[in-house]
């Protein structure tokens, strides 16, 4: 019923209130020195939501998202919530697996597929964190049949040369049947702390996130995972 509803929201939105003051006296506590603003929100509703319409609001460069579960990667990507967040909130995602520990993004990885980009500033988030780290940059190409580059990705390779021209990057090419395996052993070879992608529909993005294709990743539960979208405006 109605009344039971109301009730319900009652008591979600007081553990809402708890937890998050919690979260902000651990924050105050853990980091006194440090110089950033702490603000606490409890909104009702669809979390996608919430946070695009607080993102949009508060003109917020990052969402930060914890992952959990027993299951490693099988939860991380899977969890209904988080691919959520990932596939619909606007500006970039850093998703950051439990039980990481903090190592300085050094060596980031690109996974891309060479697919036209629409909007070059979909990069500023991802620059910005290099200039911050001075990190080097790997994009990397995974592919399934040992042929030779096409023109329309090597003209796509040039431009994108072109735009990341003001950091360090080289690019790599990885053969391997899976996609998912292919990364993985990249990740490995190279020491990558950090993996990065670009969310878009019927490309790259949705084959990564595949069931099949999660699963063979258990190994990158442990990296950071920057989610970018292509025509947000950083």
Known sequence: TTDILISIKDILSRQSKQE?????????NKYPSYLFVLKKKSKFGKLS??????SKNENIDYVVMGTKGSTGMEKMFLGSTTIDVIKKVKCPVLSIPQNTKFTPPLKIAFATNYEE???????NPLIKIIEQY???????NVHSKDELVTNQEAII???????????????????????AKGIDQFVHKFNINMLTIIARKHSFFELIFHNSVTEELPTLVDIPLLILHQKYKF
Not at 49 to 54: A, K
Not at 117 to 123: D, G, M, P, Q
Not at 158 to 163: A, E, S, W
């Open 20 to 28: 998050l003051k919690k979260e902000y006296d651990y924050f105050k």
């Open 49 to 54: 939501d919430v946070i695009n319409t607080i």
């Open 117 to 123: 980009l629409e909007y070059n500033y979909v990069f």
């Open 134 to 140: 001075n990190s080097e940059l790997l994009i990397v």
């Open 157 to 179: 390779g040039v431009k994108l040369h072109h735009t990341l021209e003001k950091i360090p990057h080289n690019f790599h090419s990885i053969l391997h049947t899976d996609i």
